[in-house]
């Protein structure tokens, strides 16, 4: 397990950007499949985002995509998530997951990953 440290979160307008950043303590973080799930007050954690070790694929969301982009920084041992025209019902805890050379089929499920932070929190109003 590695230890993740997320920053970025804060309160926004609808159609505003955010950029949140994932800080991991391990100096072999290019072999790591990483993630970004959400949990909004009363739901339960949902898939976001992630990126692939190996292949530099990237999966999304279907309630995210075309406004969200995962990117890594392997020489930082950093994932970010840029989120663009955010709205209300992005409003949540964010949450970055990591796990060594995952099943990538299983990239959506959080029980893929062995590494989480502590959280963010993304507050977009109308």
């Known amino acids: 397990q590695v230890q993740l440290v997320e920053s970025g979160g804060g309160s926004v307008r609808a159609g505003d950007s955010l950029t949140l950043a994932c800080a991991a303590s391990?100096?072999?973080?290019?072999?790591?499949?990483v993630a970004w799930f959400r949990q909004a007050p009363d739901e339960g954690r949902e898939f976001v985002a992630a990126f692939r070790w190996a292949s530099s694929s990237t999966t999304y969301a279907d309630s995210v995509k075309g406004r969200f982009t995962i990117s890594r920084d392997n020489a930082k041992s950093t994932v970010y998530l840029q989120m663009n025209s955010l709205k209300p019902e992005d409003t949540a805890v964010y949450y970055c997951?990591?796990?060594?050379?995952?099943?990538?089929?299983?990239?959506?499920?959080?029980?893929?990953?062995?590494?989480w932070g502590q959280g963010t929190q993304v507050t977009v109003s109308s």
């Open positions: 391990t100096h072999t973080f290019d072999l790591y499949d």
């Open positions: 997951a990591a796990g060594m050379m995952t099943q990538w089929p299983r990239a959506t499920f959080e029980d893929n990953y062995n590494s």
